[in-house]
């Protein structure tokens, strides 16, 4: 299994947390120590594993454990949605220029798979409706000029190949004549690759790319190099400019190093991945089923994030049915403060309640620090008067105490007693909408 090692290793920190009630800075010590193990021993650079573990701590013992959740159990939830980030998050996918031929330039050192990759990328465009065309610029190969022929023939996409006295950006030129007399969608350049980074690839690839002008400059590495593919890849950003990295042999007994520090390291994503030495086994490189694979723990991961979901649900629908009742008082106005606090961001709270569209940024930190002042005023009021808002209402004297003890102005009290009763009747407004504003029945 692809990672075995790694996935195994990650277990023996799951299970450290066996029997255990809650997450906590103590007893997540040795997991992180587990974790931190498994992941130096997949070549993972260090400040990646440094910065990772940091993190996942934080996350364990700062956010509480999600109802019927198991500590074990969240903690593969948060290395999950870590290593998702950690590998670039979303899936990145190629992209093609406006008008054609779109332009691929493929780098990479001898032996990574590279002359393999323009075909199988061929076949993966051909698949989705577009027509490539490969050019061999791989000069002082003539063995990898050929190879690129006969797999471009296996694949069916043209080969453009000027033999080996040529220099490639001139190759690169030619070829991209051809590519438009047949009006071609997609060129994919194959380049020389060398043992060790020498100057005069660099050159010959700064050249190349200079006259292609391409939309995707694309490394082609091997997963079996581990960190040493990500250090690779920020070397070749740095001299050359690339748009994201290849990774080959994945299938391999790769552990996992490589696919974890690529886009870290580099900055540079991973787009696409080899998983095998048939045309067909090129893929995206998707970052979720990655980290899902790695942790080999599908139900576990779909358990808590059904779990996560159902308590986001519990908790808006629990704010909902509080703001849309008729009694609202300060008690459900500090609990809706306060669940709101707690949840992050009003603007999610606000989407949630019907009738209500988007908010801007601004108008939301507004909306929260006014939501702290009135905080503090219902604090310093007495149960009473928190279930009753008339007693304020009615009272000079209350409002005046409330001011004195929340620090605020007898105004802004008044402004928020007024405000509690305005709710009230915008609530029953709108739940007269919600009720009675359903479609009226056809009649026959
Ligand atoms: P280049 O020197 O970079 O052009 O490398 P090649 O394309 O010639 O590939 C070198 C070797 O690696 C060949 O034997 C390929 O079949 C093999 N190879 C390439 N990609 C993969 C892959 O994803 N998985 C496996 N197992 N082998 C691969």
Known sequence: EMFGQLTTGLETAWKKLKGEEVLTKENIVEPMRDIRRALLEAD???PVVRRFVQSVSDQAV??????????????????HDELVQLMGGEVSELVFSKYKPTIILLAGLQGVGKTTVCAKLALYLKKQGKSCML??????RPAAIDQLVILGEQVGAPVYAAGTDIKPAEIAKRGMQEARKKDIDVIIMDTAGRLQIDKTMMDELKEVKRVLNP?????????????EAAALVTTFNVEIGITGAILTKLDGDSRGGAALSVKEVSGKPIKLVGRGERMEDLEPFYPDRMAGRILGMGDVLSFVEKAQEVMRQEDAEDLQKKIMSANFDFNDFLKQTRAVARMGSMSRVIGMIPGMGKVAPAQIRDAEKSLKVMESMIEVMTPEEREKPELLAESPVRRKRVAQDSGKTEQQVSQLVAQLFQMRVRMKNLMG????????????
């Open 62 to 79: 700062g956010t509480g454990l999600i109802r019927g959740v198991k500590p074990d159990q969240q903690l593969v939830k948060i290395v």
């Open 433 to 444: 909408v919600m009720e009675g504003g359903s479609l009226p029945a056809l009649s026959n």
């Open 135 to 140: 050019v061999a610029g791989d000069v002082y």
């Open 44 to 46: 993972v650079s260090l």
């Open 215 to 227: 939309t995707e400059v694309l490394l082609v590495v091997d997963a079996m190099t581990g960190q």
